[in-house]
């Protein structure tokens, strides 16, 4: 037998109700194998190629600036774009971990610029922002782990765009207090920290990570910035947690103080990365959105495109979004 009629005879075809279409050839254990992967409907949207989108491309490029929305290939590049926002990723494109959902290079990292802060600043400023998002790549080789560069970026954004909402969505510094304390003591309006998936997963998916240890920074985050920090952290679903699981992390995380809750929909970059286990439909992002606000959040998005950054300026609480 031919080796393609082998794999066909193997693979195991999974479908869905027609109430939640969206089934896909999937392996012996559940998971889409990468080449034979079909997005459901309300997965695709437009490839990013707009007048605005080329012209930031070109403004951020030439600036040496890096940005999220490339390096993790965010289906949300384009629309964000053309609404004339991004989220900057300061300290390089090469991260010291390897998580296994993430696209951004891992290796050992060369990148240090001390004037990145004041570019990051004038473009913030060039683009007229209302809401920057700063984020980095984890530097668990730096003494800091980054917080300086994170402290001096939102010091600039604050002298060179003063009406500007700045948002950070930092690594979680090794669980140190002190780095993080630097970081709360520039008055960030949002603290982001992404727990990403659910506790059990943490061994396959953050390989040098801990949830608890995440958790925990996000509760100092808030104990040390009070009233005028608000918390926040996102997941994604597709790696093979429950309902139940997540449901049980969003309890955990407002134990631990979080105020504001993301949730989308994992995407495998390449055949390199985890794999899907199933795309969950649009109907139960609804229902964790339900639970999320049950549970005591005080904003959440939650739907399949939706990831930590997108409309970050609308995915507050009311108090706040409305404070011009």
């Known amino acids: 037998m031919s080796e393609t009629a082998t794999e066909a005879a193997e693979r195991v075809h999974v479908t869905r109700s027609r109430a939640k279409p969206g089934g896909t050839a999937a392996?012996?254990?559940?998971?889409?194998?990468?080449?034979?992967?079909?997005?459901?409907?309300?997965?695709k949207v437009p490839a990013p190629g707009g007048?605005?989108?080329r012209r930031l491309k070109a403004e951020i490029g030439g600036e040496g600036l890096h940005t999220v929305c490339e390096e993790a290939n965010c289906p949300n590049v384009g629309e964000c774009w053309e609404r004339g926002t991004a989220t900057f990723m300061i300290l390089g494109d090469v991260c010291t971990r390897r998580c296994?959902?993430?696209n951004v290079k891992t290796g050992v990292p060369t990148w240090?610029?001390?004037?990145?802060?004041?570019?990051?600043?004038?473009?913030?400023?060039?683009?007229?922002?209302?809401?920057?998002?700063?984020?980095?790549?984890?530097?668990?080789?730096?003494p800091d782990y980054g917080a300086s560069a994170f402290v001096g970026t939102i010091r600039s954004i604050r002298m060179q765009a003063p009406g500007c909402k700045v948002e950070v969505l930092t690594p979680d510094f090794r669980g140190q207090e002190?780095?993080?304390?630097?970081?709360?003591?520039?008055?960030?309006?949002?603290?982001?920290?992404?727990?990403?998936?659910?506790?059990r997963l943490y061994p396959k998916a953050r390989r040098g990570s801990k949830f608890m240890r995440s958790a925990r920074v996000l509760k100092m985050a808030k104990e040390m910035g009070g009233e005028g920090v608000v918390t926040k952290s996102g997941l994604m679903v597709g790696l093979g947690e429950s309902f139940e699981e997540m449901?049980?992390?969003?309890?955990?995380?407002?134990?631990?103080?979080?105020?504001?809750?993301?949730?989308?929909?994992y995407l495998r970059p390449t055949e390199n990365h985890l794999p899907?286990?199933?795309?969950?439909?649009?109907?139960?992002?609804?229902?964790?959105?339900?639970?999320?606000?049950?549970?005591?959040?005080?904003?959440?998005?939650?739907?399949?495109?939706?990831?930590s950054s997108y409309h970050a300026d609308q995915n507050l609480p009311e108090r706040v979004r409305d404070v011009a």
Request: with cysteine; glycine share 4%.
């Open 112 to 142: 240090n610029d001390p004037l990145e802060p004041l570019r990051v600043a004038n473009q913030v400023k060039r683009m007229g922002l209302r809401h920057a998002v700063v984020t980095s790549v984890d530097r668990d080789d730096l």
């Open 178 to 199: 002190m780095p993080l304390a630097k970081v709360i003591h520039e008055r960030p309006d949002v603290f982001n920290h992404n727990v990403e998936t659910v506790p």
């Open 27 to 43: 392996d012996a254990e559940g998971a889409v194998p990468f080449r034979r992967a079909r997005k459901p409907p309300w997965l």
């Open 247 to 265: 449901v049980e992390t969003f309890e955990i995380l407002r134990d631990h103080k979080v105020q504001v809750l993301t949730v989308g929909q």
């Open 51 to 53: 007048p605005t989108y």
């Open 276 to 307: 899907v286990v199933r795309y969950w439909h649009p109907e139960e992002f609804e229902a964790l959105e339900k639970a999320a606000y049950e549970l005591g959040f005080e904003s959440v998005a939650s739907g399949p495109l939706v990831r």
């Open 100 to 102: 296994g959902f993430c």
